[in-house]
């Protein structure tokens, strides 16, 4: 940026760094039925967040499926100790994804169908 006062010989000058941030695209469904389609849990984006971390709760508020890192590979299985390996069923999960570990979490539902 240079600014001019009515005089070009009177110039200053100033620098600024902006930064672009990959943006974040979280889903509010997905079909794990392995029919090649949507069978993830995809959230666009995350490659740019190295440290985040994703947990997933029932309606119950019981957490079914936690990633530190999350790598795009929820299939709609539980990876917790009371239901590890179970398959969920069908419906409504509610989601915390943080982009790092001291960051606030995005939150927001899910729709599980088979």
Do not use: H, M
Request: glycine share 8%; charged share 20%.
């Amino acid at each position: 940026l240079i600014c001019f006062l009515n005089d070009t010989i009177c110039a200053d000058t100033a620098t600024t760094t902006i930064y672009a941030t990959q943006q974040i695209i979280i889903p509010n469904g997905f079909s794990p039925n392995a029919d090649g389609i949507n069978d993830f849990f995809v959230i666009q984006g995350i490659e740019e967040y190295p440290n985040n971390e994703l947990y997933i709760y029932n309606r119950w508020g019981e957490l079914v499926y936690s990633a530190s890192p999350y790598q795009n590979n929820f299939k709609g299985e539980s990876n917790t100790k009371t239901l590890l390996g179970k398959t969920l069923s069908e419906g409504t999960y509610f989601y915390v994804f943080k982009l790092s570990s001291d960051a606030e979490g995005l939150t927001g539902f899910i729709e599980l169908r088979r």
